[in-house]
């Protein structure tokens, strides 16, 4: 049976002839020419231990793009920036919150932590820049929980028992 060979796989090469490619360093995977380029394509890159995958093979005018795929011996944290955490985040061990430093605009943070009802701007459970706890004031009573306190919009703070 026949098999055809087209663009994409490299035949003249010791390695796999599929979607799976090893290179050196950086410049090699820049350099891999426009014919062996597809979206989809992986590259395992030997110097900084780093699978890519191509998301745009580009032309031979412009440069293909190239996103991780994933990592291996390389260090995701510790983590500088935002990041937006779907679903459960969970810390086993000791963790530091350091108060963000002159480099923050003032007024664009005013707490060091800080919890919301889903879909809500009504901040429940503050700690402020300072390291003060604020609870936000409930309008209504919430339903009691043995150990639970809440603040009251009246003023008055309640615990349950």
């Not at 429940?124 to 003060?132: T, Y």
Request: net charge negative; aromatic share 10%.
């Amino acid at each position: 049976m026949a098999v055809a060979i087209t663009v994409g796989f490299i035949v003249d090469s010791d390695g796999p002839i599929d979607n799976r490619m090893v290179v050196a360093d950086e410049q090699a995977r820049l350099d891999i020419p426009v014919w062996n380029r597809y979206e989809g394509l992986i590259i395992y890159q030997r110097s900084d231990n780093i699978i890519y995958v191509c998301t745009d093979p580009g032309t031979e005018e412009i440069a293909a793009t190239y996103a991780v795929l994933t990592t291996s011996d390389v260090s995701l944290f510790p983590f500088s920036g935002s990041a937006d955490i779907s679903g459960s985040l969970s810390v086993i061990g000791p963790s530091t919150v350091i108060a963000p430093t002159a480099s923050i605009a003032p007024g664009t943070l005013d707490h060091l932590f800080l919890v919301r009802s889903t879909d809500s701007d009504d901040n429940k459970f503050v700690i402020n820049l300072e390291g003060v706890t604020v609870l936000g004031a409930f309008n209504e009573t919430p339903t009691a929980v043995e150990g639970g306190m809440f603040y009251s919009s009246s003023g008055e703070f309640y615990l349950g028992s």
